[in-house]
């Protein structure tokens, strides 16, 4: 930016995804209005609207609760992920133990392992769906972490060795600071999927209590209206877990600086 | 303390090739750096200058002959700090600011926060970076870089500097201003160097001695005597001096011999 007054480029910039936004809104909703398109095909965004003012009180609490599953889960998993790379970048047994683990779980289908946790941890518990979203965030944070721990560059290592520097010494002054970048944008990753998998767990029983469990009982109820206006709610959770993540990563890329 | 600084007697190296067959970096390297000597290493490409100058400073170990210094092995002369290194890329820590990162070696060895403060702030003096010292290594220019690294090496006030090719990467005008810096620095530090180049101008402006190496396998071919005198003797008159000139051609000399042999072997070839 040049100014501090912004310019009108700048301004059009800005708006310009705004306008599209609202551009597309409109012709949703002349499409539904003019064309009679049934409620069951497509509700038109101010029914949606409707719904989500009307049932706002539920819709926030689940939107927390789904919320807050993601947050247990992601705080969780990036423990695991974070504590199980640095394992396995210091000891090469682990390492070799722990790759071939890791592979086998990416490749699980790991929300379909819901119905199996509710039955583990009884119908009432969220303890399952936040296992759920753990094991889906630590792959990518133990990926990006272990890859960060190992861009540790030669001139950096000859001059901790060098400068006699402990083993512990040179993680702090160097390992640990190149591998920030990456352990932060291995959580920006993993916060969307932490949402997209605490909300999907929903679907498949347990408490009665997120986003993703209402989307189902107004479908059901053959009240898509409703069931859009819950999306909605998982929308700006997902987006709230990006931004947070997001605002992590740049600070983080900075060292710590501000 | 010893009155020599690195002495090499039968110092080579082979690396492990693949199937079986092994690389000779250098051998049968036989080499004396006085206290407070300024000697270069220069040579074409694969002398092992470069790794003559890690088995000195302990990042690599020699797998024949002895190598000390200062009168102890490389190992126990780097736990004790009796070298300060720069390389060829500054290799400073882009996370910190100029003045944190010459603070790095006297942080690490556990010098107070005070006495810290003072030295980096006399170091940056030295090398010119006072208005820098908040910066990061990223906001610098090349050479600005290269001024903060040899500020770090010089923090703890070793007694041996060693440098491999740490002027290679940056333009002709920025390598002379530091070569006459570096002249000046040594001249208040008293500090032996062992100077990595293959520059030959460089490396007989900067040295007491230029030690002149062959490739395949790495060893000396030549040392010759510079001796144009040392700290505030050398400036940029200097460049100009017939004696400067007559050292440059005998450097040359001696590595153009083996050249040459390269050059009628392949032109024998053409024929």
């Known amino acids: 930016m040049t100014g501090r007054a912004p310019t009108g480029v700048a301004v059009l910039h800005r708006a310009a995804p705004v306008v599209l936004g609202l551009v597309l809104l409109v012709a949703w909703q002349l499409a539904v209005v003019v064309g009679d398109v049934p409620a069951f095909l497509l509700p038109s965004p101010t029914a949606i609207v409707g719904e989500l003012v009307d049932l706002w009180p539920t819709i926030s609490s689940a939107s927390l609760s789904s919320g807050r599953n993601a947050l247990v889960g992601l705080l969780v998993g990036a423990v695991v992920g974070i504590g199980a790379a640095v394992l396995a970048a210091t000891v090469r047994v682990v390492d070799a133990l722990l790759g071939p683990l890791v592979a086998g779980l990416a490749v699980v289908p790991i929300v379909a392992l819901a119905p199996v946790l509710y039955t583990m941890y009884g119908a009432a518990s969220e303890v399952g769906r936040q296992l759920v979203v753990a094991i889906t965030v630590v792959v990518p944070v133990f990926v990006t972490t272990l890859r960060g721990l190992r861009q540790v560059r030669p001139v950096h290592r000859d001059l901790m060795r060098a400068l006699g520097a402990t083993r512990r010494q040179a993680t702090a002054a160097v390992t640990v600071p190149t591998a920030m970048p990456f352990v932060f944008t291995g959580l920006r990753l993993a916060s969307s999927l932490a949402v997209i998998s605490a909300i999907v767990a929903e679907y498949f029983g347990g408490p009665r209590s997120g986003i993703g469990s209402f989307i189902t009982t107004a479908a059901a109820g053959s009240n898509y209206a409703r069931a859009w206006a819950f999306v909605l709610g998982g929308v700006v959770v997902g987006l709230v877990f990006y931004g947070a993540t997001l605002a992590l990563e740049r600070w983080g890329s900075r060292g710590g600086q501000p | ?271």
Not at chain 2, 15 to 24: A, D, E, N
Not at chain 2, 194 to 212: C, K, N, Q, Y
Request: hydrophobic share 45%; with cysteine; glycine share 8%.
């Open chain 2, 1 to 271: 303390m010893s009155a020599v600084a690195v002495e090499a007697t039968g110092v080579g190296r082979t690396f492990p090739g693949r199937s079986g067959t092994s690389v000779t970096a250098l051998e049968g390297v036989d080499l004396t750096v006085a206290a407070g000597e300024f000697v270069s290493l220069i040579g074409p490409s694969g002398c092992g200058k470069s790794t003559l100058l890690r088995l000195v400073a302990d990042l690599d170990r020699p797998t024949s002959g002895t190598l000390t210094v200062f009168g102890r092995s490389p190992e126990q002369a780097r736990l004790a700090h009796d070298y300060g290194i720069a390389f060829q890329q500054a290799g400073l820590l882009p996370w910190r600011t100029v003045r944190a990162n010459i603070e790095l070696p006297l942080s690490m060895h556990g010098v107070g926060r005070t006495a810290r403060r003072r030295r980096a702030s006399d170091l940056l003096a030295l090398v010119g970076l006072t208005d820098f010292a908040e910066h990061f290594p990223d906001q610098l220019s090349g050479g600005m870089q290269q001024r903060v690294a040899i500020a770090r090496a010089l923090a703890e006030e070793p007694s041996l500097l060693l440098m491999d090719e740490p002027f290679g990467a940056l333009d002709e005008m920025t390598r002379e201003r530091l070569q006459t810096e570096l002249v000046r620095i040594c001249a208040e530090t008293r500090a032996a160097v062992v100077f990595v180049t293959h520059s030959i101008p460089e490396a007989v402006f900067l040295s007491d001695r230029v030690v002149v190496m062959s490739a395949r396998p790495g060893r000396i071919r030549d040392v010759v005597d510079v001796s144009l005198g040392r700290g505030t003797d050398r400036d940029d008159d200097l460049r100009q001096d017939a004696a400067y000139f007559d050292a440059v051609t005998r450097v040359r000399a001696a590595l153009h011999d083996e050249a040459g042999h390269a050059v009628r072997a392949r032109g024998a070839e053409v024929r």
